[in-house]
């Protein structure tokens, strides 16, 4: 199955493509599971976690934690959880301030988690994520999204983490 051709790519530019016609059809969106997950199914990488970034890295993630029966942990947007929690504020891609939540104690220490989203351009919401993970504890066993570029702002993450990515560089 050939999920990538169901992005809506009406949009002049990749980063306002539309990946919601993949989570509509099963059989795209269980390859899309699947791709997601080959570079950790084939390991002896133990993931205990899967967090994913506000608001459609919940779908991928959510996906990816049924699919190896794991947890699924969401990053939230700033003032969205009602409960203790760590923040992290942070510049996205087009550098307007943003802020992630995460429950705290979300995980014992030492918890390996796969992180996933559905885009990272820039690594910035990555970088973010990354940093509330570790500091409540969590590993960071790998970095999986749809489209995952490799590029001067993202090199530091390809370099310290296994990353992934399922949409080609030339998309």
């Known amino acids: 199955m050939d999920y990538l051709s169901l992005i809506d790519r009406s949009k002049l530019h990749y980063k306002r493509s539309d990946v919601t ?3 509509a059809d099963p059989a795209a969106f269980s390859a899309l599971v699947n791709d997601l997950l080959k570079p950790w199914q084939d390991t002896h990488t133990r993931i205990d976690r899967v967090v994913g970034t506000d608001a459609l890295g919940f779908i991928v993630g959510t996906a990816l934690a049924l699919k190896i029966g794991v947890g699924f942990v969401p990053l939230r947007k700033g003032g969205k959880l009602p409960v203790k929690h760590e923040r992290v504020s942070f510049q996205d891609y087009s550098g307007t301030e943003k802020i992630f939540e995460l429950r705290a104690d979300p995980w014992p220490q030492g918890t390996s988690v796969l992180l996933s989203d559905e885009w990272i351009e820039t690594g910035a919401t990555a970088r ?6 570790e500091r409540t504890g969590g590993v960071v066993v790998g970095i999986t999204a749809i489209a995952f570029r490799k590029n001067e702002r993202t090199a530091a993450l390809w370099s310290r983490y296994r990353c992934h990515g399922v949409w080609p560089e030339q998309a």
């Open 21 to 23: 016609p993949i989570f």
């Open 128 to 133: 973010a994520a990354v940093e509330l993970i």
